[in-house]
């Protein structure tokens, strides 16, 4: 079971074969035993297989492949629509308008999906999580349908392998855990902690090929520049607003 | 493996016994396989067994007791402190001071909560999540020296069980799961979702206690107020802000 864990590489090519049915409906079964904030399980999984709707998103994850390539996508949302839908019919009143409400359906959307990525892995499966889920989060509700009180946190590409790609390389465990409280660090400690992966040919090559200095400068001037940054913000936070989820009064 | 996460219930009464160190190392290492956006990993676990800062955290859990008697509290926070150092550190001009950003480093800690969650009970432990460390973010920061661009997201008290609680209830599959697009509620759909919930004994028996009509009114009455929602958006929205990840123009 740990060794599933351990074992985990995004996969970002596969196989045409589609998934057993009956193997997807355990992997989503799994899913909804994560853990949910007071059991109201608000969130929904959205299951895309077909042809036309994956060449859609497509377009919304950035165009990459793997959304065309992989037989499902599955799009995992922060959801009170449900919730709020059943309040009503209660004459219950509902106040999950606000910001608290959508960052708890993304705490239950996100818990449920890396149970989901860890059950498909541990069928043979492999998974890639899509983070463009969020940048294009208004285009991809408007291919899926997706109504107000409903807003997508992150996607997952699933099906078989036809890669098995290297583990990925992480950070020395000292550098994500603190012990006690918060232990800052200084440049030493810095250096020390990016040295191994400033190391790796890999990523050498990498800075090389794109007339970097470094390697950190490949993040902030080529995959994660800030004018990408503040442009997805302002459009989702306006997404999560017009979703509903901005009434903090 | 599988059965891991089926077995699934949330732990709140725990063993004194320490979990052992060797043991709670391979659970954070497994932590840190979950996937994370671009892998920057930009996220933080603070380890707090200390009786001391417990007694201070359980303050701000709104007094669980699960929080003085767990042998260990882990605290999952949205860390860009650690990657701006070192973007700063090697000419590289960092731009994750935004909402984007803050959503980046929440996606990335809560993969790790959850990989760490199943691996604690592939390991016999017991874990509860502790939603409330959204509400208390910034008491907690301040209890854990926690410094700017680094938000608390949600946290887990871990030990042996003393207890075996049975399953928690679940809404059918259905209720979650929609098939290639969003499929929406109407009223007969909602009443047939959550009449197995409704009429399990021991919510009938809780309605009855706090005299009310229905289950949906616990939930909006009792347990998840408007006003507390309110006041809580309010507050983590500050606090977020006052970390940094607000600048989105």
């Known amino acids: 079971m740990i060794d599933t864990i351990f074992n985990h590489r995004s996969i970002r090519k596969f196989k045409t074969e589609p ?3 009956d193997i997807l409906n355990i992997i989503l079964e799994a899913g909804i035993r994560a853990s949910t904030t007071g059991n109201m399980q608000v969130y929904s999984i959205i299951v895309t297989t077909s042809k036309e709707l994956k060449d859609k998103l497509w377009e919304c994850h950035f ?3 793997m959304v065309k ?3 499902v996508i599955l799009t995992f949302c922060a959801d009170f629509n449900r919730f709020n839908k059943w309040c009503e019919l209660r ?3 509902p106040g999950y308008n606000n910001f608290l409400s959508f960052m708890t359906g993304a705490i239950d959307a996100l818990l449920a999906a890396q149970n989901i990525a ?3 892995e541990a069928y043979g ?4 999580y899509l983070g463009t889920a969020i940048y294009n989060a208004k285009e991809i509700s408007e291919i899926l349908e997706i109504p107000k009180n409903v807003v997508p946190i992150t996607a997952i590409a699933m099906g078989y392998p036809s890669e098995i ?3 990925t390389d992480r950070l020395p465990l000292e550098a994500v855990v603190h012990y006690e409280k918060y232990y800052d660090y200084d440049d030493d400690k810095i250096n020390l902690l990016y040295s191994q992966k400033e190391n790796l040919p890999f990523y050498q090559e990498l800075v090389k090929l794109n007339n970097k200095k470094n390697l950190a400068q490949i993040f902030t001037d080529n995959r994660y520049k800030k004018e990408d940054n ?3 913000s302002k459009k989702y936070l306006e997404f999560i607003k017009k979703q509903g989820f901005m009434n903090n009064e």
Not at 125 to 128: A, E, H, P, R
């Open 19 to 21: 998934i057993n049915p």
């Open 165 to 167: 790609p290297p583990l």
């Open 230 to 232: 503040v442009l997805f």
């Open 125 to 128: 499966l492999g998974i890639c």
């Open 69 to 71: 390539t992989a037989p």
């Open 118 to 120: 860890i059950a498909a």
């Open 63 to 65: 165009k990459q492949d």
């Open 91 to 93: 004459e219950a009143k």
